[in-house]
């Protein structure tokens, strides 16, 4: 490949033209990476001043940092990241902070014409018998608390009327990016740092998805961004004051109440003696920090340095809707939870919207599902899209039951059944508190 030659994008055809992202090229950087700092030396003794900690040649110790001690126990609430000013210049990346960050707009690109794909007549589903709705009615009733089956079994019909409810899904899976500075631990792990070369841009870093049409959430580092900088947390001393005992390595004993000395009661008079748990002195070794008023810096494992970088987080999002065409009492609802005919069903990174459907509704629906989603995501990357229509079964059944008029409904393959006012919902002797 080319000096200055941009990767193809994934998924991409080579043939389309991607604009540039950010500024042109990537100037090489100036900044070498951050110079290794001295770590701290152990613990003191109990008691003992504490060691002294020495930094590399030529560099000032950090800001806050008093040698003797460490840095003192009350220097106000701990920054939360380090400070982004401090953090090293990277072409493309000017304007990253730490935490969240808004989504990257993915690179424009044109569309090659396609014309729409030929398609094949729809399906014809089988109807539902009476035979099979007072199946279905007796296993319904069956299946509820309390319901009486005489109804079920007893009942004589009046009418089935068949129809069939469609259900339109689009599906649109698309890959957003953002970046943020992140920082972990520094080991001694290998540092990919500037003077490597230049960074790639966000959209230029290669990834795969998983699987298609699934949500998944992958971060990974950014390629030559990474340096080495002192913990924020304890300005790079590898450890920080202990706030269980304030730094002193004694807490409070609790079993004498601080006072060294403890009463009993023996011969009829109350006695005073030393406190067994603290030896008389009221206080006792602190169980955090183990007497050494310092524990280990938790941000930076005790190292006293971070490694920082530039995290690319990549989300692939499928996103999902509908539209339900029903023309009977049967709540929409229902019909998204059972099974039926997929009667249509296409796949392509860009689909048409459906023209030949018999339901004119369907077809308007997927004219508007299809045209909102082309626009509605700016900031991801659209990959493939999908849609189709199933076809679900539904009947209504209306009957007698000591001659009164009654009615329910058989939907989807599974014969599942909606019956609201079914006549017997409380068996004889059920009593409602």
């Known amino acids: ?73 009350a220097a106000g609430p701990e920054p939360s990241a380090p400070s982004a000013d401090k953090m090293d210049s990277i072409s493309g990346y000017e304007g990253v902070g730490f935490g969240s960050a808004p989504p990257l707009p993915p690179p424009s690109y044109e569309e090659t014409q396609r014309q729409p794909p030929e398609r094949s007549s729809l399906p014809q589903l089988p109807g539902i018998t ?48 953002s970046t943020a500075w992140a920082y972990e631990p520094f080991r001694g792990q290998p540092i990919d740092g500037p003077m490597n070369g230049p960074a790639p841009g966000p959209w230029d870093i290669q990834a795969q998805a998983p699987a298609m049409f699934q949500n998944f959430t992958q971060q990974v580092e950014v390629p030559h961004t990474a340096s080495v900088k002192p913990c924020h947390t304890c300005i790079g001393l590898g450890r920080k004051p202990c706030h269980h005992c304030h730094a002193m390595g004694t807490s409070h004993c609790h079993h004498c109440h601080g006072s060294g000395r403890t009463t009993v ?73 059972v099974s039926g005919q997929v009667a249509f069903k296409e796949e392509y990174p860009r689909v048409w919207p459906i023209n030949h459907f018999p339901e004119a509704e369907i077809n308007n629906a997927s004219q508007n599902l299809v045209q909102r989603h082309s626009s509605a995501f700016p900031t991801e990357r ?3 899209q999908r849609h ?29 059944v909606h ?6 919902k409380c068996c004889w002797g059920c009593n409602i508190l």
């Open 130 to 177: 009476e035979e099979d709705a007072r199946e279905a009615l007796v296993q319904y009733v069956g299946e509820q608390c309390c319901y009486g089956k005489t109804p079920a079994k007893e009942l004589t019909f009046t009418d089935i009327v068949p129809s069939s409810a469609f259900h339109y899904t689009l599906e649109t899976f698309a890959e957003g990016r």
């Open 382 to 384: 659209l990959l493939m």
């Open 419 to 424: 019956a609201p006012d079914y006549p017997q």
């Open 265 to 337: 009661y023996e011969e009829g008079r109350h006695h005073h003696r030393h406190c067994t748990w603290c030896h008389g002195s009221g206080r006792r070794q602190c169980h955090q920090c183990h007497g050494l008023g310092q524990i280990p810096c938790p941000t930076c494992g005790a190292q006293g340095q971070l490694k920082c970088y530039i995290q690319l987080t990549i989300k692939w999002v499928n996103h999902v809707e509908d539209h339900i065409v029903e023309r009977t009492a049967l709540p929409d609802e229902l019909i998204r939870g």
């Open 388 to 416: 189709q229509v199933r076809i679900i079964p539904v009947a209504e059944a209306t009957y007698n039951w000591k001659d009164q008029p009654f009615n329910f409904f058989v939907y989807g393959f599974e014969h599942k």
């Open 1 to 73: 490949m080319a000096d200055g030659e941009r990767k193809p994008l994934l998924g991409a055809n080579p043939q389309q033209s991607y604009g540039q992202q950010g500024q042109p090229g990537y100037p090489p950087q100036a900044q070498p990476g951050y110079p290794l700092q001295g770590q701290a030396g152990g613990y003191p003794a109990p008691g003992g001043p504490p060691p002294q900690v020495g930094f590399a040649s030529g560099q000032p110790p950090p800001e806050g940092y008093q040698q003797g001690g460490g840095p003192p126990a």
